[in-house]
């Protein structure tokens, strides 16, 4: 079976001067079946992946709100990958798969980032019992939530807000995450040999 690869670079203002990803697709019978492409720890990645995600899901003749969806979720998934795998290890690439089979679309994104519990995501919302407690809570919650990452080569400060896996968690019939160790093992928890995180998700699309 042969299999498309492609290196595209784009040009960042780094001084390296170009930004490399590498993208490689499966053939099935009619178009391509799955996927995978490793991206750099750089925000302005994920414009390129979610018009890879576009791309190939338009080969598939899904909705307009299907192709939306999967295009969304791919760049809240590799977002938040680049945010955990910068601060930790910005050299390691993160990792997009992705399969088509029947009308279940799965994505799965690798990163490097250490580990984190989903329930710590969702839970860590600023709160207060009235409107002056309410903005000091604000005001620590983005405190705590500011990380130095690079975009087109330069480094910006960008404010977590955390919303990415609540958003995606709305839009996928399942969302699963595991925990992938310095030994190459997968744990459901992560431990204190954690390397990074796998997030799986799997979306029902909507034919045309």
Known sequence: MKVSVTLAQFDTNS?????????????GKQRFEKGVCFIPADLSAVAHVRGYIESVAQTFNLSEQSVFELTLVAD??????ILASYAKNGAEN?????????????LSVLDYGGG??????????????DLASFLRSLKE?????????????ALIEHLRFG?????ISNLVRKLDIEFHEA?????NTPSDSTVGSIVTVEYVAEAA
């Open 76 to 81: 809240k998934l590799v977002a938040n990958a």
């Open 116 to 129: 984190f519990r989903i329930s710590d995501v969702f839970q860590e919302i600023p709160r207060g019992n």
């Open 15 to 27: 001084p390296a001067g170009k930004m490399e990803i590498l993208f490689c697709n499966w053939p």
């Open 163 to 167: 919303r990415g896996l609540r958003i």
């Open 94 to 106: 993160i990792v997009l798969k992705w399969t088509m089979k029947d009308n279940i679309f799965t």
């Open 141 to 153: 919650y983005r405190e705590a939530r500011k990380a130095v990452i690079p975009l087109n080569g």
């Open 183 to 187: 030994d190459g093992s997968t744990m």
